[in-house]
């Protein structure tokens, strides 16, 4: 079979593969499936040779304009469509697009129909993958593919040969002529067909067979994971101090409901310890409790069962960016009620500590609501509350030999009424009568808490929080430890907060019988150096782009694609809806249809606006893509400075090299420009004339000493114009 | 008189007697405008010598022939002084070199003494005799020609004198048509001795002066440099063009463009006349060809070559 019939026929059949994918789908009426069916087959018949069909398809287009004609109704059968008909974006798409492809398969004449012929194919397919789960769709895209493969392998073969042809009737050149085949071989069918099927089951083993991973390869591993310290099971007064210093960033935390810079102060709550040695704290309880997925793929942190307590609480929703940490804690503010993120389980444990079930091997994406419990108002009044047994066994505990640290807590709080009260006078003797540093040594004492409380009186956060605790118990109050970040760093440019190594935090939580546990810091505020530099300000700005990068790409995930599809659903119905109005209005003045339209687009779903906006933005390129041509005209005659029309003359017989190009007769390099027009003139007939006027405007302009007019450069633009039509309008 | 009209003229003159070459005719004119000498290479009785005599015969001025034989002599060339008895004293009695257009046939059968003669009155314009230099007339064109079939006996041009030469063409047989008009005379009379002058010596030198006003764009000079570039570094050639080569080829485009009604160059001129300006100035390279060198083979070599060479746009 010659090149150029296959050709044809490969690409019908392509569009016929796409079509019936469409079909199969259920997504094409029948009142459409059956002409374009018809369209389809007619098509077919006349790529495959049948001499009257060829005749006949001929005549009809023949006409340069019937395309745009159709063209423009296909436009307005999608509006109806989509106002009147189906009344969706989707289906009045796929309409649109078989439309579109049986008024293409009609008009197919030049490289570039088939070329469009192509994009709307691949267009149908993708639809129709969209459409569809069932197995049907397997041996559709198979044939898809194979046909896909052939028809651009034939369009290549059929341009090259053209160009071989073009270049070996050139004059005076030493052309090779090689034998280039003109016709499918057998062993060439095979052959390709065999290379084809043979890379698509490769891919499907190597599909297969390789394990899925949720990151990258050459990502981070967890050899590289951030040290951190005090998340273990025990606290050892003394450790945080290094840690103290380190700016690596750990995570980055997002408050979607929070109003921009709305805290300058965020706990981000990790492990809570109840057990205290005399050196380091320790969990009492190891239960650890695995969390019950709910339906949406959130997790549940209350016990089953349990109903939410009536407690005065503010809800905070936190979308945290973990780094890769050598802990598995995730954390959060107090407390967390509702955790959702990509993995499987999460546990958690008796003081309402949340974690994985291991360490993340990279960073991982989380969500976390959080109920912050409020103090009750009568609580903050009441003389005596009654503490539940638990609460007292766990959390009143304090190690022999503290009477010291007692008779402090005691002589603090003596003129105390009300247990709130006594916090609140320890809270405030610490902060008061000690000084933060961070330069302790106190790997070698045997007694931190006094050293801290009674000789060195400085300390850092651990320091602080023990003698909080331990001083409230002493006076009765249950309280415990708790350790996790301190974010006090707000990132304006993208409404985060970054939270670095050196935020890391311990922090005391006191018991309140009917409020719960109310979060309480001794340590005194640590000025954080503001961030007025123009350097810290570049680097926080870089830094909100990269957490938008891997929010968006990292992380992207089927969900989120699921999500886009119902935002375009829900946002699809809005315009309808919208449309309709903004037609009945259409009497309206145009200032209210403004408002209108600035209304419609405030109301957008943020999924459609991008959708509309990369319509709008793919058409406009479309459009300019299509018009490139004359616009560069344009911009040649009337854009250069007029002193130049040297240059111009140059730029429009360029344009003029790359229409014939474009045709099929290149300019061999060594050829003069009358060279070329002559090899023009028997190329290609019909435009001889215009080149070889445009070559003489060409020569004189270019080659002599004397400016071209501007009557020159229009004559030439005008046959320009000419030529590009009479491009357009040949076969 | 209108440049563009007594070109015309010219080369009509010479087409009454050489029939279906306005080809070769157009290049006699323009190596005439471009001061060039010219040598004709080509069998015997294809109309060399008529070529040169119409040419002579259109121009209002001056025209010697000189057969060349193996015992001809410079003197026999330039002149010689003789002693003058009545004015006591030498004269010098100016050669047939003194003259506007001059016809040196078969110019590779005397020695190459006297062949240098020649070649040196051409390069200089002007003639040296017992110290006293003569200079030539004006304009000054030497038409030579030699026999490319026959060997035997001659004294093949040096490639230092060929270089001399502006250009060098082939006539050719006529076609068939063409040899039947040239039949069809009647043969009472040289054909050439018919032709009547059609321009002035000063028209000849106004017309030169003309030429030197042709605008060469930058871009052409570049082309024009690249192609003498491509052929010296061409591995089909052990010697590439000389810059009196590329001097050369400049003044015949210009006279070119004068010659087709331009006052600018196009690189079309340049290509055209690449073969015909160049091809005798190279010299193939002796592991691709034969040891003597044909005049077909090296005007391949240089077309050739050209096509390699890309033209500005």
């Known amino acids: 079979m010659p090149f150029n019939q296959a050709f044809a026929l490969s690409s019908v059949t392509l569009a016929a593969t796409a079509f019936s994918g469409l079909v199969l789908a259920q997504s094409v009426p029948f009142w459409l499936a059956l002409p374009t069916a018809i369209i389809l087959i007619i098509s077919l018949l006349h790529a495959g040779g049948v001499l009257f069909l060829r005749r006949a398809m001929a005549q009809i287009t023949d006409s340069p304009t019937l395309w745009n004609v159709l063209l423009i109704g296909a436009f307005v059968i999608l509006l109806i469509d989509l106002t009147v008909v189906s009344r969706d974006l989707l289906p009045a798409g796929i309409h649109f697009l078989v439309v579109l492809l049986g008024i293409k398969l009609l008009t197919l004449q030049q490289r570039r129909d088939y070329r469009h012929l192509y994009v709307i194919s691949l267009m149908a397919i993708l639809a129709s993958a969209a459409l569809t789960t069932e197995a049907w769709y397997v041996p559709i895209f198979m044939l898809y593919l194979l046909t896909a493969v052939w028809t651009l392998l034939l369009y290549h073969l059929t341009q090259e040969t053209s160009e071989i042809s073009a270049a070996a009737t050139l004059p005076g050149t030493v052309a090779c002529r090689t034998t280039f085949p003109s016709r499918i071989t057998y062993r060439f069918f095979w052959l390709t067909n065999g290379i084809v099927i043979l890379t698509v089951a490769l891919t499907l083993a190597i599909f297969f067979l390789i394990p899925r991973i949720g990151v990258g390869v050459l990502q981070k591993t967890s050899g590289e994971a951030v040290r951190t310290t005090g998340f273990s099971d025990r606290v050892d007064l003394g450790t945080i101090g290094s840690v103290k210093q380190n700016p690596q960033i750990v995570m980055r935390v997002e408050l979607p409901d929070q109003s921009a810079g709305g805290k300058d102060r965020f706990y981000l709550r990790g492990l809570a310890y109840d057990q205290y040695n005399g050196r380091s704290w320790s969990h009492s309880g190891t239960r650890q409790r695995s969390l019950n997925l709910a339906a949406d793929g959130t997790f549940l942190v209350r016990p089953p069962g349990s109903h939410p307590i009536d407690r005065p609480s503010e809800t905070i929703r936190q979308d945290i960016l973990l780094e890769t940490l050598d802990t598995s804690v995730l954390f959060a503010a107090p407390f967390a009620e509702l955790v959702s993120g990509e993995f499987h389980t999460v546990q958690a444990d008796a003081m309402s500590g949340i974690h994985l079930p291991f360490p993340p091997s990279s960073r991982i994406r989380y969500s976390v609501t959080s109920q912050v419990p409020q103090l009750r108002a009568n609580e903050r009044t009441a003389s005596t509350l009654a503490y539940p047994d638990s609460i007292r066994f766990h959390y009143l505990q304090v190690p022999m030999g503290l009477e010291q640290v007692a008779d402090l807590a005691h002589r603090v709080t003596q003129r105390a009424a009300t247990p709130f009260e006594q916090t609140q006078m320890i809270q405030q003797h610490l902060l008061e009568n000690y000084r933060y540093s961070l330069e302790s040594e106190v790997a070698t004492l045997n007694h931190p808490l006094e050293e801290f409380l009674f000789t060195r009186k400085t300390g850092y956060c651990e320091h602080y929080a023990t003698a909080m605790v331990v001083m409230l118990r002493t006076v009765g109050i249950p309280a415990r430890l708790v350790t996790g970040f301190l974010a006090t760093e707000w990132n304006e440019y993208g409404s985060y907060f970054t939270v670095r190594q050196r935020d890391a935090h311990a922090w005391v939580e006191v018991y309140f019988p009917h409020s719960g546990w109310i979060t309480m810091d001794p340590t005194p505020t640590i000025s954080a150096a503001v961030a007025t530099s123009r350097w810290e300000l570049l680097s926080r700005l870089a830094e909100s782009v990269r957490l938008q990068w891997d929010r968006l790409f990292v992380h992207y995930s089927a969900k989120d694609q699921l999500a886009v599809v119902h935002g375009v659903r829900e946002g699809s119905d809005a315009v309808r809806e919208r449309m309709g109005r903004w037609v009945s209005s259409l009497g309206a003045p145009i200032s209210q249809a403004f408002m209108r339209l600035t209304h419609m687009a405030q109301a957008f779903h943020s999924g459609m606006f991008g959708l509309i906006t990369g319509t709008i933005v793919v058409g406009l390129s479309l459009v300019l893509l299509m018009l490139r041509d004359r616009i560069a005209l344009w911009a040649v005659t009337h854009l250069l400075p007029k002193s130049l029309p040297q240059r111009a003359i140059v730029q429009l017989y360029t344009r003029m090299l790359r229409i014939v190009e474009r045709h099929g007769v290149r300019k061999p390099p060594a050829a003069t420009a009358s060279e070329f027009a002559r090899l023009v003139e028997l190329e290609w007939k019909a435009a001889g004339p215009m080149v070889a006027d445009v070559t003489a405007v060409y020569n004189q302009g270019r080659f002599s000493r004397a400016p071209l007019t501007q009557d020159d450069l229009s004559r030439v633009t005008e046959q320009l114009g000419q030529l590009q039509s009479l491009a357009r309008s040949a076969p | ?313």
Do not use: W
């Open chain 2, 1 to 313: 008189m209108n440049s563009a009209h007594s070109i015309r003229a010219i080369q009509d003159n010479i087409a009454l007697v050489i029939k279906g070459k306005a080809h070769v005719i157009e290049m006699v004119v323009v190596c005439l405008l471009a001061r060039g000498h010219l040598l004709l290479e080509d069998v015997p009785g294809v109309g060399k010598t008529t070529l040169g005599h119409s040419l002579a015969r259109s121009l209002d001025c001056s025209f010697k022939r000189i057969q060349f034989t193996s015992d001809l002599l410079p003197s026999d060339i330039v002149g010689l002084s003789m002693f003058n008895r009545q004015k006591q004293g030498f004269e010098f009695i100016p050669g047939p070199i003194f003259a506007n257009i001059v016809l040196a046939d078969e110019i590779n059968r005397t020695t190459p003494k006297t062949q240098s003669s020649l070649l040196e009155a051409m390069s200089e314009a002007q003639v040296s005799v017992d110290n006293q230099t003569h200079p030539l007339e004006q304009p000054f064109m030497v038409i030579a020609t030699q026999n490319p079939a026959e060997y035997h006996g001659t004294f093949p041009l040096p490639e230092s004198q060929l270089d001399r030469f502006l250009m060098r063409l082939c006539i050719g047989y006529p076609a068939l048509e063409d040899e039947r008009k040239v039949l069809d005379r009647p043969h009472s009379l040289h054909p050439a001795e018919t032709l009547e002058a059609v321009l002035s010596a000063p028209d000849i030198l106004a017309l030169q002066a003309h030429v030197d006003q042709v605008h060469m764009e930058e871009s052409l000079t570049d082309y024009l440099l690249a192609i003498v570039q491509a052929t010296r570094q061409s591995e089909l050639l052990s010697l590439g063009v000389s810059t009196r080569g590329a001097l050369g080829l400049s003044k015949a485009a210009k006279a070119l463009a004068v010659v087709r009604g331009r006052d600018y160059c196009l690189p079309d001129d340049i290509k055209e006349l690449a073969p015909i300006v160049l091809s005798h100035r190279v010299m193939l390279n002796r592991t691709h060809g034969m040891r003597t060198q044909s005049f077909e083979q090296a005007e391949r070599m240089v077309l050739d070559i050209v096509e390699t060479v890309p033209v500005p746009v």
